[in-house]
Structures are given as structure tokens and as C-alpha cells.
């Protein structure tokens, strides 16, 4: 009976053995372990640049995975895939791989070698040249590296279009003396060539005369002179007689005397080929007394966008608060929001209990000090100008972190400069034109330093260049110098300070490619672009001016924009030159003007403002905010005003900056 019934029932064990052995087989007994099916591969990246690794797994998740660098766990690194750290030549040939593991089992991947190429370098520069007008002539650079580029500057401006190792053109007269350069770049960044001039020989010829001009009795005077020909000589006269030592395309004099009035200046330029003499320029000298200029108590900044539409208006009031109006598309109104123009007074929310000191308005962004001498800023910071070592937007102030209090803040057009309580000058932001003042030509987001400038009392800013005011009353200026805008005569870019040959100012105005000094006897000096007449010197005078010319009298500020001069009187009154859009120059017309006359309405003012291309504010000693030019961004704070603007100054209403 047992024997039987064992016989009966092995069939059916050996049956469900089977089964279970099936069943494990298939999986049912625990999860599939992971196998690569797609191994991670060698990559290449230019310095700057990250490197991204990735692998491809079958099998029954979950699965953990963990990244190796030449054998190293690298921390964090636990998904399917891996991006480097920015790389440098140090991670060339560094080898990844990647462990990935899963409930019954774990399986590491084959290596992936890392290549890092080099930015380029420059092997063989542009040489210098010279040439008749009419030749042509070619500039070639040579670099070495991946993934070439090339952009040729002329005078450290990009040329349009030349954008191969070798640049051909036709010389013309007006070239002589033009300094060319190419960037040579990669992904991984760039190298600059060193600088070639092309002389340009002929019959010298004066493209730009010395300007005559009236100053204050010991204010200081510069002529000076622009000339084709190549090669050339200087040696100017006064009352035709050659002025010893004299030999430079600039002449000046640092105090002027009573025996210098109606003296006749002009300068005899030379080279081999001939000679040319510049017309004369009258001086005149009038009595004038050293008086100090009031800081107002309330402030108007306007920014310095490009585009219309994108302007924005600051007020900094007697008390220490700012309103903003305007465009805030980048936060530009400082309150923490990001919202369409508004022409409502908005408030910049600044740190509690402390108050406005100075204040400045960019193409999109904005700065202030405070009065505990710290610096905040808000809005656009694409090129990093707000000084947080970062490209992120702001809506509200930002700390800027200094090494010292600061005691005056700018902003152009995408950089921020700020002069701190023991002289020294730091800047951030945009550099292409040598805006930072410290010889390089990179960006930077955090704070940099500018080279040997020292005991800086006050600063402004341009489209892209800077005023610095030392103690001792000299003015030295750095960055774009296109229109002459640095004042040393040369029309060139400097990516370090350059002396201005001002003397005894006591205040400086920077704003589009324009500068303005104000001196100590309140002599108006103006150095810059001149194409739409905002020198103010009339018809006659067409040129943009590359020395400090004297403009006016008895004056006490001054505002410039790109294509129009403000200056504030000593009578309180506001006067304007140049362009005329949407009635910027506040005369109740759209006429533009080569000479100043009186902005309509405003009376007692204590401080004004240009803007952009073509707007304008002004506060009277009462706290009334007048506005006027366009208003397309809604920037004149006015809801009566279309956006069109209006030529009239206007009140803003129910706004009292000095409450």
C-alpha cells in the first residue's frame, strides 16, 4: 500500500519542480539585474565650456546610479547622466564611467575620455603700414587653435562684416592714424592681436580746427587740432607768433591770465609732403570768482537706454526715498515687481531706515548710495552690473559688496561705477570699450578695481565712458573715445584712466558719448559729440570736440544725453542745444538748436536731467517735478501726457520731491 502510493504521486512532484524552476527562469523570483546597452562616449569641450556624459541601461528598475572621475566617486553625481563643472586644460584626458546598480545586482560601465581644447592664441599680428590715399591695404592675423573666428576693430570698434583672417580696404585720408586689431576666438574664448596703425602720407590737411571759447579769469584752456597727412608735426602760435615747447596736437593752458584775453590761437601742422595752418581761435577772458556749488537735495536720474520705448525716469526726493516711473520690464521701477510701463509714482524699496544719498539711471538698470555709504542696485543684468557676480535680473536694490563706504555712484549704458571713501575707483559690468578702466577687456559681475587712479572724489558715466574727479580738481576719463568724449585729443579708446588737462572743476556730467565739467569758478566745459550741436557753439562749429572746450558761464550743473545738452544756471534757470525729438530741449517746439536758450516754464531749479535720446526733467527748490520730450515708456509720470510727449515742461502731478 505505501509503495504504491509513492509511486502514484512522483509524476506530480517532478511536475511542480518543473514549474518553480520555469518560473525563476523567467524572473518571477526577484528583478532582472541592469546591463548597458548604450555606453557612455569620449567628449570634447572648449575651456569655459561643460562636458555632458550620459548611458543607456536595461533591466528591472530601480536603478541607483554613481559617476566616476578617473576612479573617484564624484559627489552628487547619482543620475543617468553627468555635466561637468566648467572644465580647464587640468580635466583633459580625465576618464568617467559610471556604476549603476539594481536589486539583484550592479554592472560598471567602460571609461569615456574627456578632450579639452584651448581658447585660441594669436600667432602672427597685424604689422603697421603706410600708404597713399587710394591704395589698398590688407591687415592679416594668424591663430592657432579649434573653431576659428575672427573680428577686425578699428580704433577698438567692430568693423561690420570683417570677419576673416584678413581685412582689405581702400585707404582714404581720413584713416591716417586709425589703429586696427582682430579677435581671434573659439568657444572657448578669444585672443586679441596687437595693434597695427595705418599712416596715411599726404599734403597735411585740418580736419578739425581749435575752437575759440570765453572762460572765467584762471580757469584753464585747451585747443586742439585734428589733421590728415601722416607723419605730421604740431607747432602752435598765439597771435602768430610760434609758442615755444608748444609741439603737441593739444595746447593748454592751466590758469588763464587778463593778458590772455582776445589772444588769437592757431597751430601751423606739418610733414614732408607740405604744411597747413588751422584758422585761429579767439580767447576770451571775463572776471570770475571761485564759488562752491551747492549739493541739491533732491536728484532727477534719467536712464540711458537706446530705444524710446525703454526708458525710465528715478527722482530721489529730499527725504531720502526714490520714485521711479516708466519702463519695468527688468524690475527697472526697483520695487519688486516686473510689470508694463506705468506713468503712477512708484516707490524703490530701499533697506529699512536708510535713505538715498546719490542715485544714477543705465540703459536698464540703476544704483545708489546710501547713507551709511553703501551701494545697491536693481534691474537688467545681462553684463552683470549690478555687482552680484551673477548676469540675474533684480527687482529690488541689491547689496553691492565693497571693500570701503562709497561716496559717488554711476551708471552707463551696462556697466556700474563707484568711487569709495579712500579715493580708489571700482567698476562692474561691460568692458568691450575699456569701460572698467583696468586694461582688460572682459566682462566682469563682481566689483574690479581701476588702475592707477587714486584720491577720486566723484564719478559719472556715458554710453560707455567714465568722468572721475580727484580731489585736487583734475578730471581723468576711460573708456569709448569715438567722438572724443575722454578729452585727451586723440579719439581712441583707453581701457585706463587718460588725464582730461582739466583743472580746479568741481563737477563732472557724463552722458551718451558726451562729458561736461562745471568749474570751480562755474565755467562749462564741454568735450565730446557735437554732430547735433549740443556743443551749443553754434553753427559754426560742427565738429565733435576732442579737448575740454568752454561752452558757457555761470552755471552750476549740467545733464547730456545722446543727442542733446542740458545745463542749470546759476539763476536757476534750465538751457538747452542740440536735437529736438518729441520736443526734448523744453522750448515749446521740435526745432533742433545749435545754440542754447532757456527751457520754458522751469524757474529756480536745482536739478535737471537728459535722457535717452530725447527726454528731460527738472526739480524747482519748491519740490516740482517738471517733465517734457518723450514719453513713449510713460517715463514723464504724467497721465495727461500721450505717449507722444510733449515739448512743454509739465509738473508731475501731486509729486513734491522735496516733501
Known amino acids: 500500500m505505501i509503495a504504491r502510493i509513492r509511486l502514484r504521486f512522483l509524476p506530480l512532484l517532478g511536475v511542480l519542480f518543473t514549474t518553480l524552476l520555469l518560473t525563476s527562469c523567467l524572473g518571477g523570483a526577484g528583478p532582472e539585474a541592469p546591463s548597458i546597452t548604450d555606453q557612455p562616449k569620449d567628449r570634447a569641450a572648449f575651456v569655459s565650456q561643460t562636458a555632458y556624459f550620459d548611458v543607456g541601461v536595461t533591466g528591472k528598475p530601480p536603478f541607483s546610479f554613481q559617476w566616476y572621475r578617473d576612479g573617484v566617486a564624484i559627489s552628487g553625481a547619482t543620475a543617468a547622466t553627468y555635466t561637468s563643472p566648467v572644465v580647464t586644460l587640468a580635466d583633459n584626458g580625465a576618464k568617467f564611467t559610471v556604476k549603476i546598480t539594481g536589486a539583484s545586482g550592479s554592472v560598471t560601465s567602460s571609461s569615456a575620455t574627456l578632450t ?139 590758469a588763464t591770465v587778463a593778458g590772455d584775453h582776445n589772444a588769437n590761437f592757431s597751430v601751423v601742422v606739418g610733414n614732408a609732403q607740405g604744411s597747413a595752418t588751422s584758422s585761429a581761435a579767439t580767447l576770451g577772458v571775463v572776471a570770475g570768482s571761485v564759488r562752491p556749488l551747492a549739493t541739491p537735495v533732491a536728484q532727477v536720474a534719467l536712464s540711458k537706454s537706446a530705444t524710446a520705448g525703454f526708458n525710465f525716469t528715478l527722482v530721489r526726493k529730499s527725504n531720502g526715498s526714490i520714485a521711479s516711473f516708466g519702463y519695468n520690464n527688468e524690475g527697472q521701477r526697483g520695487d519688486g515687481t516686473i510689470a508694463a510701463a506705468n506713468d503712477a509714482a512708484g516707490t524703490v524699496t530701499l533697506p529699512s531706515g536708510r535713505a538715498a544719498k546719490e542715485i544714477d539711471a543705465g540703459g536698464s538698470h540703476a544704483i545708489a548710495l546710501l547713507d551709511n555709504g553703501d551701494v545697491y542696485a536693481w534691474g537688467l543684468n545681462d553684463g552683470g552690473q549690478l555687482g552680484q557676480g551673477n548676469t540675474t535680473t533684480a527687482t529690488t536694490p541689491t547689496k553691492i559688496v565693497l571693500p570701503r563706504p562709497a561716496v559717488s555712484v554711476a551708471a552707463g549704458r551696462t556697466f556700474s561705477v563707484i568711487a569709495l571713501d579712500d579715493g580708489r575707483v571700482y567698476t562692474i559690468g561691460v568692458n568691450d570699450l575699456g569701460q572698467l578702466g583696468n586694461g582688460t577687456r572682459d566682462l566682469v559681475s563682481s566689483p574690479v578695481q581701476v588702475t592707477g587712479l587714486a584720491n577720486v572724489t566723484a564719478v559719472s558715466a556715458g554710453n560707455a565712458h567714465v568722468l572721475a574727479l580727484r580731489a585736487d580738481g583734475s578730471v581723468w576719463a576711460w573708456g569709448a573715445n569715438g567722438a572724443g568724449q575722454l578729452g585727451d585729443g586723440t579719439f581712441k579708446a583707453s581701457r585706463v584712466p587718460v588725464d582730461t588737462g582739466l583743472r580746479q572743476i568741481a563737477r563732472v556730467r557724463a552722458g551718451g558719448d558726451g562729458s561736461v565739467a562745471v568749474s570751480q569758478r562755474r565755467t562749462v566745459y564741454f568735450f565730446g559729440e557735437n554732430s547735433d550741436g549740443q556743443s551749443g557753439l553754434g553753427a559754426a562749429v560742427t565738429a565733435d570736440l576732442g579737448v575740454a572746450t568752454a561752452i558757457a558761464l555761470d552755471a552750476v550743473d549740467a545733464s547730456l544725453a545722446d543727442r542733446f545738452t542740458l545745463y542749470l544756471g546759476s539763476d536757476g534757470l534750465a538751457r538747452a542745444a542740440g536735437a529736438n525729438e518729441a520736443g526734448s530741449l523744453g522750448d515749446g517746439g521740435t526745432t533742433a538748436r545749435s545754440t542754447f536758450a532757456p527751457v520754458t516754464v522751469v524757474a529756480n531749479g536745482i536739478s535737471i536731467g537728459a535722457g535717452g535720446r530725447s527726454f528731460s526733467a527738472a526739480i524747482a527748490a519748491d519740490g516740482t517735478t517738471y517733465t517734457w520730450g518723450d514719453n513713449s515708456a510713460k517715463q514723464l509720470g504724467n497721465s495727461t501726457i500721450s505717449t507722444t510727449g510733449t515739448s512743454t515742461p509739465t509738473a508731475i502731478p501731486s509729486f513734491d520731491a522735496v516733501p
Open 116 to 254: 579639452v581644447k584651448d581658447k585660441p592664441t594669436v600667432t602672427t599680428d597685424p604689422v603697421s603700414t603706410s600708404v597713399a590715399p587710394g591704395a589698398s591695404v590688407s591687415f592679416t592675423v594668424a591663430g592657432a587653435g579649434d573653431s576659428l573666428a575672427y573680428q577686425w576693430l578699428r580704433d577698438e570698434v567692430p568693423i561690420t562684416g570683417a570677419t576673416s583672417a584678413t581685412y582689405t580696404f581702400t585707404a582714404a585720408a581720413a584713416d591716417d592714424g586709425v589703429v586696427f586689431r582682430a579677435y581671434v576666438v573659439n568657444p572657448g574664448g578669444y585672443a586679441v592681436s596687437a595693434p597695427a596703425t595705418l599712416t596715411v602720407t599726404g599734403v597735411p590737411a585740418v580736419t578739425i580746427a581749435p575752437v575759440g571759447q570765453t572762460v572765467a579769469l584762471g580757469d584753464p584752456v585747451s585747443f586742439g587740432v585734428y589733421a590728415t597727412g601722416g607723419n605730421l608735426t604740431y607747432q602752435w602760435q598765439r597771435n602768430g607768433v610760434n609758442i615755444v615747447g608748444a609741439t603737441s596736437r593739444v595746447y593748454r593752458i592751466a
